[in-house]
């Protein structure tokens, strides 16, 4: 079982940035891909960043390209989401997971409980 936990949500104005963390506990394997998705109200759920475990690979969703960041500090198992140039459309709960590297949520087998993220204008 692995546990995860968000945490850096919270309330910025357009343009600001956030940086987002995920905590990872439990029985935790290195080679565990981790990601970010997020949901919008009246939308589905959706892939924004992932970074594979033993090369770190990363890969962004269109509409973030160029304005996150995603990096992980395995020592600490910990993921990050570097949010730059914010924009009222980023507004979401954002989940963390972690399982296989991919751009879809059925290639992950773990997910936090997400992060509200609100950018006003």
């Known amino acids: 079982q692995v546990h995860l936990v968000e945490s850096g949500g919270g309330l910025v104005q357009a343009g600001g940035s956030l940086r987002l963390s995920c905590a990872a506990s439990g029985r935790t394997a290195n080679n565990y891909a981790m990601g970010w998705f997020r949901q919008a109200p009246g939308k589905e759920r959706e892939f924004v960043a992932a970074?594979?475990?033993?090369?770190?690979?990363?890969s962004y969703a269109d509409s973030v390209k160029g304005r996150f960041t995603i990096s992980r500090d395995n020592a600490k198992l910990t993921a990050f989401l570097q949010m730059n140039s914010l924009k009222s459309e980023d507004t979401a709960v954002y989940y963390c997971?972690?399982?296989?590297?991919?751009?879809?949520?059925?290639?992950?087998?773990?997910w936090g409980q997400g992060t509200q993220v609100t950018v006003s204008s």
């Open positions: 970074i594979s475990g033993l090369l770190g690979r990363t």
């Open positions: 997971t972690a399982g296989r590297y991919g751009s879809t949520p059925g290639s992950y087998d773990y």
